[in-house]
């Protein structure tokens, strides 16, 4: 009988904090500015420049240890870790290696098969590197330090996991998580979470771990489950060719469905770690643990009972909003302005997510002020929009958050509710579809359905339809 392997992975995930500044210097943080304008001597490496920690960086990892049930390390420490590479203008990244500031956590994770405890060994506190271009028409490579310096922390999680699918759901759970504190906004594709997954195989049954590859350069779940299967695949044939599996790091290259080997794997001492000199450890006292505490907000599983208890809608609709901070807070808002939970949460589930889901976007995208989407729903309510004009009205307020009550008067969408000029209409329409109005007549009620519609178009949709309905029957 063939053998039976289990997959092993553990991941090593970067994310970049939300701080405005840098983690040891006033540089700007934002994403996307002229190459080397957000820098200074201190993130360039200039010798005599000193660092200076950030104390944000502090409070949000400490913030993400406390909601993913790790130890805080109240005496924590910078440690160097020396490398040359021209996107590190120091030679090395000042990092934590000894001292790290949070460990032995976990996080609950939910499959198909389940609940499941994924361990986190540790996070620690880091700076990011500057960016390489390789620019092939020149011949040449430039560097921009502009991400150099910017806050990240690193989670480690224990080899726990046995699929993608479990990957799959750390990650969200992860993602979920850092976004509800708002320490990150966990954007694989713009870099502002990254995966490095380390896998092995074993035989069913054994005991010991089979040698793993780490593989990089993961910017969608999409690429991530693809590199796992990939690899899985790549290391049981080396196996059952008598084989072995060589720890290195690879780069999984989603284009072409392979890895391949960049580097062997390098250990903690080629890195020559020393403790930052220019650094002091960091006290992180019990009352400062608590502050923090005490602002953590309130995370799903609170906020899906609460909804239960305090609004009106379907479970379902609970797990979709809350999946988002972002979301949850603008269903939360808008109800709080407009009092209908149900007719919220139906705009959110409807036009929303087809929304979302047409331009591929995440919830933390959305634009739209709750402000707006209450004034949509105010105008369906008192019948001075239709609910087709509404959708409309929903999709430029979906693209750029117009004020609907603007819009709405702007382009004459109103809803015609004269009397007389919609009889005048209804009167025109009867007297162009005689057959109709003779199917009609003749017991066919479907064809009232055809001069509702002749009608609408006729006031280019601004009428009410129940309206129109009710005129077509007294006139017929
Ligand atoms: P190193 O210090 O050499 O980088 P670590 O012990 O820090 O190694 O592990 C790095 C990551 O690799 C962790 O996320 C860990 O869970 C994972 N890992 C360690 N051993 C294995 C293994 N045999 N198979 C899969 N993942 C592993
Ligand atoms: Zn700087
Ligand atoms: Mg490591």
Same mark, same amino acid.
């Not at 904090?17 to 994403?31: D, H, P, Q, R, V």
């Not at 130890?71 to 996107?87: G, L, S, V």
């Not at 500057?130 to 690193?154: A, F, T």
């Given at each position: 009988m063939a053998k039976q392997y289990e997959t092993v992975i553990g991941l090593e995930v970067h994310v970049e904090?939300? &701080?405005?500044?840098?983690? +040891?210097?006033?540089?700007? @943080?934002?994403?996307g500015g002229a190459p080397n304008t957000h820098t200074c001597p201190v993130c360039t490496g200039m010798p005599g420049s000193l660092p200076v920690l950030n104390k944000q960086v502090v409070e949000y990892a400490v913030?993400?240890?406390?909601?993913?049930?790790?130890?805080? @390390?109240?005496?924590?420490? +910078?440690?160097?870790?020396?490398?040359?590479?021209?996107?590190n203008p120091q030679n090395y990244q000042i990092s934590q290696l000894y001292l790290p500031i949070c460990r032995n956590g976990h996080v609950e994770i939910e499959t198909e098969n389940g609940k499941k405890s994924v361990g986190i060994h540790e996070i620690h506190m880091e700076e990011?590197?500057?960016?390489? *271009?390789?620019?092939?028409?020149?011949?040449?490579?430039?560097?921009?330090?502009?991400?150099?310096? !910017?806050?990240?922390?690193?989670?480690?999680?224990?080899?726990d996991m046995r699929s993608a699918e479990e990957v799959i759901a750390y990650l969200e759970k992860l993602r979920m998580t850092i976004q509800y504190l708002g320490a990150s906004d966990c954007k694989l594709n713009e870099g502002s979470m990254r995966a490095d997954v380390n896998i092995s195989v074993r035989e069913v049954g054994a005991k010991e771990f089979g040698t793993r590859t780490e593989m990089k350069n993961l910017n969608s779940f999409r690429a991530i489950q693809h590199a796992i299967e990939g690899e899985r695949? #790549?290391?049981?044939?080396?196996?059952e060719s008598g084989k072995e599996v060589i720890q290195e790091t690879r780069r999984w290259d989603d284009a072409k469905e392979y890895s391949y080997a960049m580097r062997s794997k390098e250990d903690a001492q080629d890195y020559r770690y020393f403790p930052d000199p220019d650094l002091v450890p960091v006290f992180i006292?019990?009352?400062?643990?608590?502050?923090? $505490?005490?602002?953590?907000?309130?995370?799903?599983?609170?906020?899906? !009972?609460?909804?239960k208890e305090e609004y009106d809608i379907p479970e379902y609709d609970i797990g979709i909003i809350t999946d988002s901070k972002h979301m949850?807070? *603008?269903?939360?808002? @808008?109800?709080?302005?407009? $009092?209908?939970?149900?007719?919220?949460?139906?705009?959110?589930?409807?036009?929303?997510? #087809?929304?979302?889901?047409?331009?591929?976007?995440?919830?933390?995208?959305?634009?739209?002020?709750?402000?707006?989407?209450?004034?949509?729903?105010?105008?369906?309510?008192?019948?001075a929009i239709n609910s087709?004009?509404?959708?409309?009205?929903?999709?430029?307020?979906?693209?750029?958050?117009?004020?609907?009550? $603007?819009?709405?008067?702007?382009?004459?969408?109103?809803?015609?509710?004269?009397?007389?000029?919609? #009889?005048? &209409? !209804?009167?025109?329409? *009867?007297?162009?579809?005689?057959?109709?109005?003779?199917?009609?007549?003749?017991?066919?009620?479907?064809?009232? =359905?055809?001069? !509702?519609?002749?009608?609408?178009?006729?006031?280019? =949709?601004?009428?009410?339809? =129940?309206?129109?309905?009710?005129?077509? $029957?007294?006139?017929?």
């Open positions: 904090l939300a &701080t405005k500044t840098k983690i +040891f210097c006033g540089c700007s @943080t934002a994403f913030a993400v240890g406390l909601a993913t049930n790790c130890t805080i @390390t109240q005496y924590c420490k +910078f440690d160097r870790k020396n490398y040359f590479y021209p996107d990011d590197a500057g960016k390489l *271009i390789h620019d092939e028409w020149e011949d040449c490579s430039l560097v921009d330090y502009n991400r150099s310096g !910017v806050p990240l922390i690193e989670i480690v999680s224990e080899p695949e #790549r290391q049981i044939e080396l196996l006292s019990d009352e400062w643990i608590a502050k923090i $505490k005490e602002n953590q907000p309130e995370f799903r599983e609170k906020k899906m !009972v609460r909804y949850a807070d *603008i269903f939360e808002e @808008t109800v709080a302005i407009c $009092k209908q939970p149900k007719k919220v949460s139906n705009w959110l589930m409807g036009e929303t997510l #087809r929304l979302l889901k047409e331009k591929s976007m995440d919830p933390e995208d959305i634009l739209f002020s709750p402000e707006n989407l209450a004034k949509l729903i105010a105008l369906v309510d008192s019948k087709s004009v509404a959708k409309e009205v929903f999709e430029v307020m979906f693209a750029q958050n117009v004020d609907p009550e $603007k819009y709405v008067e702007e382009k004459g969408l109103k809803t015609v509710n004269d009397e007389g000029a919609l #009889r005048k &209409t !209804v009167e025109e329409v *009867i007297a162009a579809n005689p057959q109709s109005v003779e199917d009609y007549r003749n017991g066919k009620e479907k064809a009232i =359905g055809f001069l !509702v519609g002749q009608t609408m178009k006729a006031m280019k =949709g601004k009428a009410d339809p =129940g309206m129109v309905n009710q005129l077509l $029957k007294e006139l017929l």
